[in-house]
């Protein structure tokens, strides 16, 4: 009984992991670099590890979700992750699944009369 | 962009993440981390509450454990061979395949034009000859193939166990970066490796092949060097010998620098090699004893010349010549290794 914190901040963990995706790939319609993204995920309510951000804008990079640029304009160069046109699509059936999904949980949570 | 040297941390850690990924992924990683690093010191520091290295344990504290931070970067799932060692683990077994591929199909088309003196050692049919290629190349292949695999999945096996060990990490814990003397390039220990298995294949396969190929009319023929007959007692020793070389050139390879158990390692494997050598060089009458006879007999030359070495053959000052020659190559060895672990084996 001891542990139920426990147990519960490993669920919540597993439950937000999932959205970790679809929350990222929401503000990247326009270059975003990475620690700024974690920042204004942040202030948005949405905590993300950097350890984990850099890692998965790499991976989506690979998987042509996001398209990288790097910026050498200031004193450190910076890389910038936007959305591609399959990202774009990605994004919008995500989005349309995710609705789907909470309508679902929604009626399944509500507390039967 | 020089920040004095407590960035020392910074590149430390840098370091240790970076060495765990693929190749070509590095470079840009490495500058992802480097901004980002110091972006999060610089927000940090903005206060002015910090020093800069309070600063900088904090940042790295929080992006954590490096091995971890490199296993996300590599997609994480257990595989295998791990990116860590993908590079090496493909590199190293195109060369072989490679290597040995070609070799036994020219070793093979080599014994089929090329007749031995001895005619008890070779040989069969063209047909026969083909057949037998058809049926080894692949099988020979596959065995490298799986002990190639095999070797690199323990020596994982055996690295991560050692990672899991350090739970706690810290930032104390981070790994030196190594003095650029005490690097071993990856590129000599893997050269080390695919020499010594193909040597190993030719002179289990094909030790007819080392001597003299002599054209006879229309065909070839060969005056083996070695007393085949009795090969398969001296072929255990000599393999023994090259593998110790093998294992001690991977202990390198996996390391990537020079440090105490590189050099105990190469130490321990280069006297079982030498014994070993010492012993199928002096204890087996390993040289073909018909060798200058036959060779007389085929160039129909008298080789008697004072100074011309052919006259040593098979005599002790030539076996002892070439021991000489070998002991010097491990004691050269030996002498380097040590030199540069205890010079920069710290560093």
Known sequence: ???????????????????????????????????????????????????????????????????????TDGNKPRKYYKRTELGDKVYEKLTMQWKEMTEIMNRLLEPKK | MKENQSNELIERYLYDVIRRLPEKQREDIEQELRTLIEDMIEERAESGEYSREECERYVLNELGNPVKLAKSYRGGEDSLISGEYYDEYCFILKIILICAGVGIIVSNIASTVIHAVDAEVITNGTWREMFDVGISLPAVLLQIFGTITLIFAIMQRYNVKINVEEEEWSVEKLPQIPYKKAIISRGESAVGIVFGILVILLFTYRPQLMGAWIKRGDSIVSIPLFNLPIWGKVLPFFIISVTAGIISDFVKLVAG??????????????ILGFVMTFIFIKMFPIWNENFIPELQRETERVISAKGDILTYFNTDTFANGILLLILFCFLLDIGTTVYYTVRYGNK
């Not at chain 1, 001891?2 to 970790?20: A, P």
């Open chain 1, 1 to 71: 009984m001891g542990d139920l914190n426990e147990i519960l901040s490993s669920l919540t963990l597993e439950l937000r992991r999932g959205t970790i995706v679809l929350s990222v790939l929401s503000q990247l319609n326009e270059p975003q670099y990475g620690y700024t993204l974690v920042k204004s995920m942040e202030e948005k309510g949405v905590s993300v590890d950097t350890n984990t951000l850099y890692p998965l804008l790499r991976r989506l990079e690979k998987q042509e979700i996001l398209i990288s640029e790097w910026e």
């Open chain 2, 257 to 270: 620098r020079y440090n105490y158990r590189v050099m105990i390692t190469t130490i321990v494997m280069d």
